[in-house]
């Protein structure tokens, strides 16, 4: 029973909220208030944070490498869109929902291919879903709209209350209260016993499978689930955006997905959140200086990234600020190095 209370203990203890996760969502709350003018790419922010969410899910408690995660991102976005041209279902909300489990549906049909072999084979795998679902896409060009997509949608009054506006200020603010009840809903699943099974598994299945944890069982769930939340971020797209093209489907997006992730890194909620961020300022401020050539300085970033490591970077951002402290202050300034990382 001592080991069973110290795991509870523990996962409650991981589990309480801190006043830096406060904060942090304080402020992209007052993003929207402090800047109204940039709601769209705001909006574009969140529904890339949420998509890097549902891989991390997967990617960073599971194990589980994906390179087609855009798959249930496209199949929610032609889900949410055709639901809405065609009157089928018109609250935008309901329909959300409707196609985030629709995704899901699709993520469990396909988990039982997945779960099989090891990340090479998970990783051919998962590219092979998305291709053949973006050619299926491509083929019923009647239904799907072809190379030009779905347009004319039209999308109800969120609730009935909240209109889509030309500004983008009701999708960033729609986008935001979904995507926090969202993370309210994953912190709760790694922070559980499920969570922490799934970690097991990651680290070495044949230990957690010899203690009784069913791995083909939890991996089934988490990658049902993060399907139903790459879905819920595809539908987001096509309502905040009013078009649905078959670009969602595209290898370019599962791959800008994984960019999101080495630079916020895994295993931890809010990589997925920050990635997001970094990646489009940077996408943004590298286009705006050479359009042709933005993807060289984002791979360039990457490189660096990888090579020098996100701790140390962080380390030597802080150099300055701490030094300026230190002087101030009158005596040195203590920074936190996560155990193991090299000075």
Not at 19 to 46: D, H, K, N, Q
Not at 73 to 85: D, E, I, K, P, R
Not at 284 to 295: G, K, N, V
Request: hydrophobic share 55%.
């Amino acid at each position: 029973m001592s080991a069973v209370s110290d795991v509870s203990s523990h996962a409650r203890r991981h589990a309480r909220w801190r006043g830096s996760e406060i904060a942090f969502w304080i402020l992209v709350l007052a993003c929207g208030f402090l800047f109204p003018s940039r709601y769209l790419i705001m909006t574009e922010v969140l529904r890339l944070g949420l998509f890097a969410l549902s891989l991390d899910l997967i990617l960073g408690y599971a194990g589980i490498v994906s390179l087609g995660h855009a798959a249930f991102f496209g199949v929610g976005a032609y889900c949410a869109g055709l639901l809405a041209l065609h009157g089928i279902v018109t609250e935008p909300v309901a329909a959300l929902l409707v196609a985030g489990l629709v995704a899901a549906a699709v993520g469990f049909l396909t988990s039982f291919l997945v779960i099989r072999g090891a990340d090479l084979t998970r990783l051919m795998v998962t590219l092979g879903i998305a291709l053949l679902l973006e050619a299926l896409a491509e083929r019923f060009s009647d239904v799907t709209g072809g190379s030009d997509g779905l347009q004319g949608i039209e999308m109800q009054p969120i609730l009935g209350l909240f209109a889509f506006d030309m500004f983008g200020k009701a999708g960033f603010f729609y986008s935001l209260v979904v995507l926090f009840v969202l993370f309210l809903l994953a912190r709760r699943i790694v922070h559980s016993p499920f969570g922490l099974s799934l970690r097991a598994i990651r680290n070495n299945p044949l230990r957690a499978s010899a203690i009784g944890i069913p791995i083909n069982r939890r991996l089934i769930a988490v990658y049902t689930l993060s399907a139903f939340y790459a879905g819920i971020a595809g539908a987001l797209s096509t309502q905040t955006m009013a078009l649905a093209s078959l670009d969602v489907f595209s290898f370019e997006r599962s791959a800008d997905l994984m960019l999101v992730l080495v630079i916020g890194g895994t295993g931890y909620l809010y990589g997925g959140l920050i990635g997001a961020l970094v990646f489009k300022m940077l996408q943004e401020f590298f286009s705006s200086l050479t359009p042709q050539y933005w993807q060289f300085w984002i791979g360039l970033v990457l490189v660096v990234i990888v090579l020098i490591g996100r701790q140390r970077l962080h380390r030597w951002a802080l150099w300055i600020p701490n030094l300026i402290i230190r002087q101030l202050s009158g005596r040195k300034a203590v920074i936190a190095i996560p155990e193991g990382e090299a000075p």
